[in-house]
């Protein structure tokens, strides 16, 4: 839905900006019928990819959203012709199957279309008031004081020892590939997951004194790692790891840390505007689960206007009780729009057509 109204303003500014620069001063796009707008069909899509018709555009939709009984029909047609206008063009491949993941007909959305089109409505309205910032923006963008682009990502694992083998099976593969990637990992003296397997988040500790020895020689490793890269002198002892979680909390805002890995720190107020997705092999629930999940919604205007969760593990059910507890309990649909299987092994969509799973995408790159 996102990207809906962001090509939708994508190409009203193109449109727009042109018949300016030609004199046309008065011209909106967004008020000229369907008809008259037809006969640019060719050359837009020549020029920009796609079409969207002016009736179909989100803030057109947006408008009579609230008053249309056949909103899912409306929204499901205007995804079909945008799909279809990108079809013999050179950005066909990009297009098709673009809006297979929001499904306007599911019985998660409500089990009435009234229910379902209520809820869309909210979703419209919801994208509707996200700050999007300036369209041509959505590259670079400035952080204290410096030009960027990119993200970083926070890995949440179950366990120290997991931790351990993630951190090292990633250096790893980082020096073989020659990946220009900065990992690092912080984690305090807190259960293992057999004693967490409830999901719930306990406060953050600075312990370290509380490790066994493997567990405090390996968060020695990775600091000694973190100190070589940046030139710093922390350790494990009580005021150098309070001291690394400082230093470790600024660099990931700034995005010099491109990977995370933490056990059970970090997970819970901790906000960086640059941090864009929550890897997940660990078990969450409840509140626990809503905190680690809102590490990544800080927006960034167009740059970022939402976050990704990527989960290992099959938290689905986990996470429409913690949005019907905390939030809508009818908004679990908009939140998971299909089942974990579908996104991790492929499906069949409505229209016939196979959709990848991760399990496939992983393996072709």
């Known amino acids: 839905m996102m990207f809906y109204r962001y090509i939708s303003e994508n190409l009203t500014n193109y449109i ?10 008065g011209f909106d796009y967004v008020k000229l019928s369907d008809e008259e707008a037809e006969q640019a069909r060719e050359d837009l899509v020549k020029t920009k990819g796609f079409f969207i018709l002016p009736s179909e555009l989100f803030c057109n939709v947006r408008r009579k959203a609230a008053n249309d009984e056949n909103l899912n029909m409306t929204l499901e047609a205007a995804f079909d012709h945008i799909e279809e206008s990108a079809k013999g063009s050179e950005s066909e491949d990009n297009f098709a199957g673009l809006f297979d993941d929001i499904d306007v007909n599911s019985n998660k959305l409500g089990t009435t279309v009234a229910k379902r089109n209520a809820n869309l409505v909210k979703l419209i309205e919801g994208v509707a008031n996200m700050g999007l910032g300036n369209y041509k923006d959505n590259s670079y963008y400035s952080l204290k004081g410096r030009r960027v682009n990119g993200f970083n990502s926070m890995f949440a694992v179950s366990s120290i020892p997991v931790c351990k083998k993630y951190y090292l099976e990633l250096k790893k593969q980082i020096t073989e590939q020659h990946c220009e990637l900065t990992i690092a990992t912080i984690f305090s003296f807190a259960p293992n997951e057999a004693d967490t397997a409830d999901g719930i988040l306990d406060d953050e500790s600075f312990d370290t004194d509380g490790l066994d020895q493997t567990s405090r020689d390996f968060l020695d490793m990775a600091i000694s790692d973190y100190n070589k890269i940046f030139k710093t002198n922390f350790d494990t002892s009580s005021k150098g790891f309070q001291d690394y979680y400082k230093d470790l909390s600024d660099r990931v805002k700034k995005r010099e840390v491109d990977l ?5 720190m970090f997970l819970t107020g901790f906000d960086a505007t640059t ?3 929550l890897w997940v092999d660990k078990n969450l629930k409840m509140h626990g689960l809503i905190q680690a999940f809102s590490r990544t919604n800080r927006i960034l205007n167009s740059v970022k206007t939402f976050g990704n969760i990527v989960c290992f593990r099959d938290l689905e059910e986990a996470t429409n009780d913690a949005i019907a507890l905390f939030g809508d309990k009818d908004a679990n649909g908009i939140v998971l729009l299909k089942s974990y299987e579908d ?4 499906c069949v969509d409505d229209k016939g057509r196979e959709q990848k799973g991760y399990e496939e995408r992983i393996a072709e790159l």
């Open 275 to 277: 941090l864009n997705t």
């Open 260 to 264: 995370l890995i933490v056990v059970d």
């Open 343 to 346: 996104y991790y092994y492929g």
């Open 16 to 25: 727009n900006e042109g018949e300016i620069e030609a004199g046309n001063t």
